[in-house]
């Protein structure tokens, strides 16, 4: 049922994924879930990079490099941290927005439409039983220098993605009566 589904998906980090690929056919699926993401307009702006085997191992480096370069005092720990996540995982999916060059709509309803579409692959690993979770390291702000981005794209994150053995942990949430009102 859908409410399972939503109820049961979780983040799941890379320290908890086993070694298992994911086969490309099975990301396209995930990726093909996100591109039926509802935008305003149809600007459909999200924009995916998919990463796996060099171009992972790379972005650890990268993101590792960025983070003792401008850290005030970084830690080695972390560093080492930076470069073994995206080894440990299967893919890592870069979720980018681009900016609607007439600017149609406000910046925040891109935003919105791009996280739509991750809650969508979201869904599709937990109902795939993968494992994923969005990360967003203030790091994500030198990624430009990584990929080759257009004119108005920026990088909002990755999705982490890989297969894991143990069950993950519940979750909770606060209560809904604090956040409704009935009118
Ligand atoms: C936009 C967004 C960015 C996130 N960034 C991070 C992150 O950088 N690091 C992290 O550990 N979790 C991140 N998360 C995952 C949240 O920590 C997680 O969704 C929250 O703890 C609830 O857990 P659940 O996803 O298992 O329900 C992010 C989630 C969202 C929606």
Not at 88 to 109: G, L
Request: charged share 25%; aromatic share 12%.
């Amino acid at each position: 049922m859908l409410f399972d589904l939503i109820k049961n998906r979780r983040s799941v980090f890379p320290a908890q994924y086993n070694d298992q690929p994911i086969a490309k056919e099975t990301i396209e699926k995930v990726l093909e879930a996100a591109n039926w993401a509802p935008s305003h307009r149809k600007t459909e702006p999200w924009r995916f990079k998919v990463l796996q085997g060099e171009s992972k191992e790379k972005l650890g480096l990268f993101l590792s490099l960025k983070y003792l370069e401008n850290d005030a005092s970084p830690k080695e720990f972390k560093a080492k941290k930076i470069i073994q996540n995206p080894k440990s995982a299967a893919a890592v999916i870069a979720i980018c927005m681009q900016r609607d060059p007439e600017e149609s709509v406000p910046e925040w309803e891109e935003v919105a439409a791009v996280a739509m579409a991750v809650q969508n692959m979201w869904l599709m690993c937990t109902e795939l039983g993968i494992g994923a979770y969005w990360s967003s390291p203030g790091l994500i702000k030198y990624m430009g220098e990584f990929f080759e981005m257009n004119r108005g794209e920026v990088c909002l994150g990755f999705f982490y993605m890989g297969n894991y053995d143990e069950k993950v942990s519940d979750a909770v949430r606060m209560p809904l009566e604090d956040k409704v009102d009935w009118l």
